[in-house]
């Protein structure tokens, strides 16, 4: 019986992905650059990428698009890209190619926005941008991507990271970086697939990884 209920669950998990496979092989599912209709679906995207629902309050929601977010889409939307599907976006990596005046913007503007949520939550917003200054020099770029649970696994997450990365080689970018947790086998085996290699190991238990966009 146990057998023929996994055997039943894996053919549910393929009739629920095939459409998405399905798109992504025929490129029905695309990348482009990021514009500016795209914001609420990106923002969606970024609070839903773990699950839906997955946010626990308005208040959460609203501290991870000021810190991880906004800032991006509103000050270098050309180092953006999405993964649209129909004309909607449904997952993203969005960037910053020089880290001086992504972090005068995030603490002046954007963290600003989160002291209203209480001083514990305003100084973890600040302590962020420490996860990229430790290497601003070789990596001055960073990024985040993002990606809704059913497009995911099927090939968008690399064709995002391709579209970033000659992008930055033909703005001459000498290094891109990114944070990810340790805990994330998965997401770090995929970034090393793509050239990434940890740089360090921190204590809170995340990995700084880099790559060259020359690579």
Not at 107 to 131: A, P, Q, V
Request: glycine share 6%; charged share 30%; net charge negative.
């Amino acid at each position: 019986i146990f057998n023929y209920l996994s055997i039943l669950k894996l053919l549910l998990l393929f009739l629920l992905f095939l459409p998405i496979i399905y798109k992504v092989i025929l490129k029905m599912v695309t990348i482009r650059k990021y514009e500016q209709k795209d914001a609420e679906n990106v923002k969606f995207a970024c609070l839903n990428a773990e699950g839906y629902n997955s946010i626990p309050d308005e208040e959460t929601a609203e501290l991870v698009l000021h810190t991880f977010c906004e800032y991006y889409i509103e000050r270098e939307p050309e180092n953006c890209f999405v993964v649209d599907d129909d004309g909607r976006a449904v997952g993203f990596i969005i960037s910053a190619e020089s880290f001086e005046p992504y972090k005068k913007a995030l603490h002046e503007e954007y963290c600003e926005m989160n002291k209203y949520l209480g001083e514990e939550r305003y100084n973890w917003s600040l302590k962020s941008t420490e996860i990229h200054e430790k290497f601003k020099d070789e990596y001055p770029a960073h990024f985040h991507i993002n990606i809704l649970p059913e497009y995911q696994r099927v090939g968008a997450g690399g064709k995002l990271i391709n579209a970033l990365f000659e992008h930055y080689r033909n703005k001459g970018i000498k290094g891109v970086m990114l944070c990810c947790n340790a805990e994330n086998e998965v997401g770090i085996n995929f970034y090393k697939k793509y050239g990434f290699t940890v740089l360090e190991e921190t204590k809170e238990d995340f990995d700084y990884l880099e790559s060259l966009p020359g690579r």
